[in-house]
Structures are given as C-alpha cells and as structure tokens.
C-alpha cells in the first residue's frame, strides 16, 4: 500500500532513547556489589531495542530496507524523488520515510560496528556480568572518523549520543563522566581489563569488573 509523503508512517516504530535514571540506578547497584539481573536485563534490552532501530535505519540510508509488510530486503536508491517498492506491494517514498527517523539520532554513522557487536552478543550472553560489561563498554563507545589531525581514525564522538537521552551532546558527556568515577566498590575489586577511553578520548579504566573464572 502506498503512503502520503509528509506524514510519519506507522508502519516504523524506532526504539527511544534508554533513560539516564535507568542507566545510574544501573551503575550504583552495581557500585553497591549487587547484580541485579532484572536490571541489567532492562537496561541491556533497552539498549538491544535502539540499537535494533539504529541498525535498521543506516541499512536504509545505505540502500537495504527490509519491507515492514513482508519481510524482504528492498533495495532502493537513497535519494530523493525516489520510492521504496516491494514487490508485496508495499511502497514509501523516500522522502516519506527519511522523515520518520531524522532529528532523532538513528543513524549508525562511524560507530556502527559497536552497535552491531552489542545486538548480536547481548541476547547470547550467559551471564549477569557478560552482560553489565557489555553494556559499559557499548555506552563508552566512539565514532571513529579521519580527520585532518591525523592518518589514523580518532574518536570523535561517543556512540552514548546515539543511545542515551540527554539535553544536548554535551550533557550525555557529563554524564558519561559521572559514570566513569571510582567507587568505593571498586577499590576492593580492582578492574581487571585493560585501559579503555573515556568521553575525552583519554584512557580510563572500565566502570565494571571482569567476571571471576568460576562463573
């Protein structure tokens, strides 16, 4: 069935941005030496939902939409004037579609590959700390682009922007400060992982532990 131009269409229904209330009341449980399965469980899958949303819609943009009626992958050209069409019968155009997602951060960009790791693990982890170190290490993930500093990619955004509600990209920084200080829970179980950064680009030591051998 076709679709009106200009009109935010009901057949996409992309994931909100997960909570930063959820995402504390998940680091002091954890600071306070608890492993509250539920919540890791709501927060994880919040998070497996964006990044779902995420996924979907930079597959768009790049010329691969799966049909919301049927299923198939409908390749299109990503421009304007153009029309999704599946041979279900389905149909958007471009144009339509684009104004489902813009202005809301769903687009995948550099970090893309974080997002894709974090959809496909998470659901497989076995245990309660597999899945809180997923969820650090997703959230403290960048966007890697060239720039004109350096041969190298740099980071140069952090992915939590994509994933995390917040005021402005400044405030999910501060945020994601917050959560990257030492607690006193930490103290008496040092981070086994190496370094990773923080939302400056400098090394930081993950928030969450590695899980002992025996679990």
């Known amino acids: ?19 930063q209330s959820l995402i504390r009341r ?23 939902a964006r990044c779902d949303s995420i996924l979907k819609v930079t ?6 939409l799966d049909c919301p009626s049927c299923g198939r992958e409908v390749r299109h050209a990503a421009r304007a004037g153009a029309t999704i069409a599946c041979a279900c019968g389905w149909s ?13 951060q769903l687009f995948g960009g550099a970090a893309v590959n974080a997002f894709e790791d974090f959809h496909r693990a998470f ?13 650090d290490r997703l959230i403290h993930e960048f966007h890697w682009n060239l720039t004109r500093r350096s041969p190298e990619p740099e980071a140069t955004r ?29 103290e008496s179980h040092p981070p086994q992982l190496s370094p990773c950064l923080d939302s400056t680009g400098t090394e930081r030591q993950p928030r969450f532990l590695v899980a002992d051998s025996s679990e």
């Not at 069935?1 to 909570?19: C, E, L, Q, T, Y």
């Not at 998940?26 to 497996?48: F, K």
């Not at 597959?59 to 691969?64: K, N």
């Open 1 to 19: 069935m076709s679709k009106i131009p200009g009109v935010m269409n009901r057949d996409f229904h992309w994931a909100p941005k997960v909570s």
């Open 59 to 64: 597959r768009a943009v790049r010329g691969v």
């Open 92 to 104: 958007i155009e471009w144009r339509a579609f684009q104004k489902t997602y813009r202005g809301r």
């Open 158 to 186: 952090p992915a939590a922007a994509n994933l995390i509600e917040g005021k402005s990209q400044a405030d999910v920084i501060a945020f994601l400060d917050e959560l990257s200080f030492r607690t006193p829970c930490e």
């Open 123 to 135: 659901p497989a982890a076995r245990t309660a700390r597999e899945r809180i170190l997923l969820i």
């Open 26 to 48: 998940l680091y002091v449980s954890e600071a306070r030496g608890i492993l509250d399965e539920e919540l890791i469980d709501e927060a994880g899958y919040a998070l497996a």
